[in-house]
């Protein structure tokens, strides 16, 4: 069962992992993460001692990490140890995806191992959490403002998903629905139920995600329930502090916008708190507004769209600037060197854009998706497969690299698990359309209605925008093809067996809408002409004062010292960009760089001097930009991404 055969009358969705064969750029990606990325995952979750705590049949081991601290010193209630399903769930998913793309007899039966212990863990009534059963045993549903049982929970569904698409494999899936059936059955409107909902949203799109795969309504209508739920009154979370005799206003950031649970979700106007958890919530609602199609939920995530977008998100596509709450701070504070940006918040965006096309294509959240993707996401993966970035900021001086792991290690086995899916975010079909939403070399496999269609793509996207599109099908047919042109595209062109068509008169929300009764075997061609453009940021976004990035394409381009030397804050570029041009870079497989006529300052001597009145002079040079996902996979040194502007 395909999410695409259960594809119903109203909204569009994605199609299963399985369905898409991709090649191509993100082919040689997804072949990385299935070469040596997810077993790295697996190698390093193993040296932390996830396992050790998650298979029922080891000794309960010692605490391994320390829990956080409040303000006045003392402890939290929180640690990263007690999230850890949530990191081994992800890992489960990014195998699932990499064991569909190749066979590997040993990561299969390593995840199977896995999988058997969250069987053996699972308590008679459906229970399974390895923290609350093993290291706080009789703690369990005490503490969802802090705890992540729901959000460990939503992530397992997910695997269990995945991995029975991948491998036909029933165990965790029938696990989880064991799982979600007790939590059905726990919380809810009913007399004796708990009013409750996570305070690390997730379980809300998982939930949905695990309804469309089973068929089951009630996993759907319990999404739509914790989302209705939050920030209503009286606060749940007050509710329970006070019923473990906590006091509710005593807790690590002390203020539910950090949850987004300060008000119910059609009265917020305004993304604020921690940013991965913001971008899951508004992804699990547009999940539900699609299932359910709630128009009121849809215009409230309009406005929420709307104030991220225009006054909150990094050109990369990257969100939070903030370490502190590891989110969002006021309009237009974006700070470049010491920008957070956190991998898995531009993966979030990526997850609540391409849920918003689930009310149908609007190139208004597909330039958005295609933004974060190919760099506030793609970014936190190394071109090696084996190092990450946590955080992603514009500007380094030469100090901040990739690292083998972390202690709070959620970012690589999310990036690693969207990469490998990357297909499901392409396409998304509807009962009468198939729309296309990312371009790349694939092939997917879908169902219209009950018309099986095939729809192949050949292009060397992102470093041409020239797409050859094919259609297969067994017999002629009606419908749709939805075809994206970028935002940043001004003068695309569409042509069919030969026949150039006027896009101005099928353009609707930036996406050509071809209806038409297909008789198998046309030949699209769509060419997206990939400028170089200079970028400038608003004037209320201080940091980028004076300053030009360039971008091309859907790529955002960043200069390093490898190519241009140190002192990367004395280039000037001219950003009318003339004699711009384009190079290959051999090193990374033929991408694009981008090389600019540019000014150099060079001083006299600052030797014993602070301040001085002498004038640099102005050296001609060449400036090379790379793509910003790039950065850090050659000699370590300085990067920019907003250069000095000659205007």
Partial sequence: MTNADKSKKHGFRPPAVPDVDVRGFWGDRIDAVADRTVMILYERCVTAGMLDQIDPDRPVPELRLAFHTRADGSPDTVNVQMFWDSDIAKVI????????????????????????????????DGYVNSWFIRMQPGKRWTNLRDCHELYCAGHLMEAAVAYFHATGKRKLLDVMCRYADHIDSLFGPRPGQKPGYCGHEEIELALVRLGRATGEQRYLDLARYFVEQRGQQPHYFDVEAAERGADPKQFRHRTYEYNQSHAPVRQQTKVIGHAVRAMYLY??????????????????????WDDLTTKQMYVTGGIGPAASNEGFTDYYDLPNENAYAETCAAVGLMMWASRMLGRGPDRLYADIMEQALYNGALSGLAVDGARFFYDNPLESAGDHHRWIWHRCPCCPPNIGRTVAAIGSYMYAVSNDEVAIHLYGESTARLKVGTVAVTISQQTTYPWDGRIAITVGLDAPAAFKLALRVPGWCRAATLSIDGET???????????????????GGEQILLDLPMDIRAVHANPAVKADLGRVALARGPMIYCVEEVDNAAGLNSLIVADDLENARVASIEEFGGAVAVDVDAKRERWPGWDGKLYDTAKPALEATTARFVPYHLWDNRAPGEMLVWVRAQR
């Fill in 501 to 519: 068509i006027d896009t101005a008169k099928i353009e609707n929300n930036g996406y050509l809408r071809i209806d038409r009764v297909w008789q």
């Fill in 283 to 304: 992804s699990g609602m547009a999940d539900v507004a699609t299932e359910f199609g709630d128009d009121s939920l849809t215009d409230a995530l309009k406005i929420l």
């Fill in 93 to 124: 998913e990014t195998a699932a995806y990499a064991l569909y793309r190749m066979p590997n007899p040993d990561l299969e039966a390593k995840t199977d191992a896995i999988i058997d212990m969250f069987h053996r863990l699972q308590q008679p």
